[in-house]
């Protein structure tokens, strides 16, 4: 399952030195700070962060859908050799229509609301894929079945607002997947469905990404979504990528103390005997981001050392990068909790 | 035997549905208690009844029929008496909710601990710092506001607030759910931490039954308004007796292992609460529906060889699903 590192060539997406600047009040702040992924043909890549790592603004300066305030300040984007960043916005259109679909959070903001549900994901079948009417129709329908939408045809005749809101979720879900894209950028879809639901989207979502070579790059909070669906990691604190490797891998034997501290932070629940582990204090935001090591102030191995200089990617591993100095501190701690801890101030 | 702190017995809450006319019991005959220091869990998806009956419990729902009562008095109809509303405080899923955007943490609990507990100016301003203190925030934070803090801190701001009039239960309401995982953790042993230090009893609300697992002595599982399975958290977890709750723990994502078929996680959306099922409410996404399901609605009960006080609501918890054909 684990692939080199640097195995970028003939990358379907490839990220080099992303930087996204936010203004407010006239000041300008990096909230994406020179970031470098690749994701692969039908590899599902996970993107792992906390609110205000930049994990959604990455994901978004991806697609040129960036929010009012925030900018590309450099780098490049290449989807399937196409550069999209400093494209048109028709130019985008096209390359977005044609591979790439985004799957939000907020099902509101994706779905147009005086359109039927069902006639939004015929009309993104027809348009991307040239099918007919009724051959779209059949495929929406069972799409929708396949979210576990009881009662499609029912459910496909509604507008946006006549649905729960985890319905909503799946419907946008099967839209998006209704142009059959080559890959699928995902912000957290699942966040805010039951479990139940959830697993099933994310049942859905493995089977497509085998069975029509689909690749997905996954931005979540949640480190079991991600050992669920994909199969390397790339953990974003501070808008950069401090740990990046293989899921299986990064997860039995993190090499950043941050990736260890989420690990023990997650309740797991088949086992209580850990006891949970609280990080201190809580992320910076993006005007208070600390001196070299972002995350030494909350850091239990920290030293004098981790507050100034530069802390880039290096390798531990054939498969495993850290942006730590010192991983040698945390090996062998995988998700034991450590003795002394206190949550202060979190 | 002790009176429990907070007891329901048989209590509804309903509702009329806006698009069908029609009353729905969001919570149905529920039967639950609390005991002093206690935490007790109530797990269950989206539109099971589980904040419905939190919001019971503090009184921003009437209860339509059986009874709930406190301390062994009933709640009261109309207003609640000051006494009882410092007794039962809520904790939200926002912190935002409960918290004053213009006012500085130490002046909203300062402003309560006058108003409410009858502090002086000078005794508000100590005690303020002790409930901060309380909940592990710097005392530096009585000037900030909330938008200067973080989401893990103004959910601490917002328990302090709670505990500004020394309530005996707090009732929450998916009060980790918004948190960042790294923060997260910090909250729920705050809650365990109150339990011992302060002696509070918690009716923890959550859809994430991991954390449950890890804070709640007791957990009781909803589902269409209704506990289908109740118990000890450890033999619930272990030893599910309802389909139900074994779907939702097989439908968790689990960081140490991979991706396996989730064959026990159940199918589809509960029912709309306008058009019950016959029989069992669970029937039409069971693995085990037989015909019995559809013509008899299952009690709680004590399956065989379950811990005492482990009840479900299953006409086939007597048989754990490795026996089962």
Known sequence: MSQPVDRSEGALLEVSGLSVTVTADGRPARAVDGITLHVGHGEAVGLVGESGSGKSLTLRAILGLLPPGAAVAGGSVIFDGYDLVGQ????????????ISMVFQEPMTALNPVVKVGDQMVDAARKRLGWGRAEARDHALQLAKQMGITEPEASLSLYPHELSGGLRQRVMIAAALASRPKLLLCDEPTTALDVTIQAQIIELLARLRDELAMSMLYVTHDLAVVAQLCTRVEVMYAGRIIERGPVTETFAAPSHPYTLGLLRATPDVDDVRAELYAIPGSAPGVRSRPAGCPFHPRCQFASTECESGDFPLRAVSRTQETACAFPERIEGRARVAPDAETGVGT | MTTPLLELDQASVTFRSRRRGVQVRAVDRVSLSVNSAEIVGLVGESGSGKSSLARLTVGLNRLSSGSASFNGVPLPVGRWPGELRQQIQMVFQDPYSSLNPRMTVGQQLSELLRIR?????????????????????????????????????????????????????????????????????????LFGELRRELGVAVLFISHDLAVVRHLCDRVAVMYMGQIVEHGSTGEVFSDPRHPYTRALLAAIPRVTTARTETSGAVKGDPPSLTRLPSGCRFRLRCPLAQTRCAEEEPELREPTGAAAGHVAACHFSDVRPEQQP
């Open chain 1, 88 to 99: 048109g916005s028709r130019a985008l259109r096209r390359i977005r229509g044609t591979g």
């Open chain 2, 117 to 189: 507990v009858g502090l002086s100016r000078a005794e508000a301003g100590k005690r303020s710092a002790q409930l901060l203190d309380q909940v592990h925030l710097p005392a530096e934070l009585l000037d900030a506001r909330p938008r200067q803090m973080s989401g893990g801190q103004r959910q601490r701001v917002a328990i302090a607030k709670a505990l500004t009039q020394g309530p005996d239960l707090l009732v929450a309401d998916e009060p980790v759910s918004a948190l960042d995982v790294s923060v997260q953790a910090g909250v729920i042993k």
